[in-house]
T-cell receptor
Framework: NAGVTQTPKFQVLKTGQSMTLQCAQD?????MYWYRQDPGMGLRLIYY???????DKGEVPNGYNVSRLNKREFSLRLESAAPSQTSVYFC??????????????FGDGTRLSIL | SQQGEEDPQALSIQEGENATMNCSYK?????LQWYRQNSGRGLVHLIL?????REKHSGRLRVTLDTSKKSSSLLITASRAADTASYFC?????????FGKGITLSVRP
């Protein structure tokens, strides 16, 4: 059982380039999330999808777009990368429900450097 | 923001000792969750306590929740070197979590 799979694991971009980070889960979860983790900042929510067909902004959405392709896949796109977006990006999924009394399951992250 | 704030920021103990980590938050929650992160890996869920619960156990983990004080604590008993990791509390409301900056736990053999 793979859980949450993120690709790629590492990427280096130049300022202004675009890129899509991929995330897929095989647990039949309804909700999916994208976070970024910076040193000393903890994890901050970028976007989330409560269910297939819906997406909502999180705490730090500027400079990002998302697509909930189907129930399994949730992608994060940087249209014009900036050095401030250098970070480790984590995707997570959860069974679902408005109250949220279930754990989130995380992938191992994509380490993105923008020069 | 109801971001969890963990305390202390870093903790170093000897193998076999207990480790106590604290978390405070600001607004109403549905639950509070604790996660562990090993270096270079994603977060792993440890334990979830609902807002109507006061204490919960899972193996060597004990978590408490005091909603009147808006605080939680995580106790790891009989620590092992393998417990060395970062620990995050995450207050949860309306299907979203907000993570604190984490506690770095070092367990010396």
């Amino acid at each position: 059982n793979a859980g949450v799979t993120q690709t790629p694991k590492f990427q280096v971009l130049k300022t202004g380039q675009s890129m899509t980070l991929q995330c897929a889960q095989d647990m039949n979860h309804n909700s999916m999330y994208w976070y970024r983790q910076d040193p000393g900042m903890g994890l901050r929510l970028i976007y989330y999808s409560a269910s297939e067909g819906t997406t909502d902004k999180g705490e730090v959405p500027n400079g990002y777009n998302v697509s909930r392709l189907n129930k399994r896949e949730f992608s994060l796109r940087l249209e014009s990368a900036a050095p401030s977006q250098t970070s480790v990006y984590f995707c997570a999924s959860r069974m679902g429900g408005a109250i949220g009394n279930q754990p989130q399951h995380f992938g191992d992250g994509t380490r993105l450097s923008i020069l | 923001s109801q971001q969890g704030e963990e305390d202390p920021q870093a903790l170093s103990i000897q193998e076999g000792e207990n480790a106590t980590m604290n978390c405070s938050y600001k607004t109403s929650i549905n639950n509070l969750q604790w996660y562990r992160q090993n270096s270079g890996r994603g977060l792993v869920h440890l334990i979830l306590i609902r807002s109507n619960e006061r204490e919960k156990h899972s193996g060597r983990l004990r978590v408490t929740l005091d909603t009147s004080k808006k605080s939680s604590s995580l106790l790891i008993t009989a620590s092992r070197a393998a417990d060395t990791a970062s620990y995050f509390c995450a207050p949860g409301a309306n299907s979203k979590l907000t993570f604190g900056k984490g506690i770095t736990l070092s367990v010396r053999p």
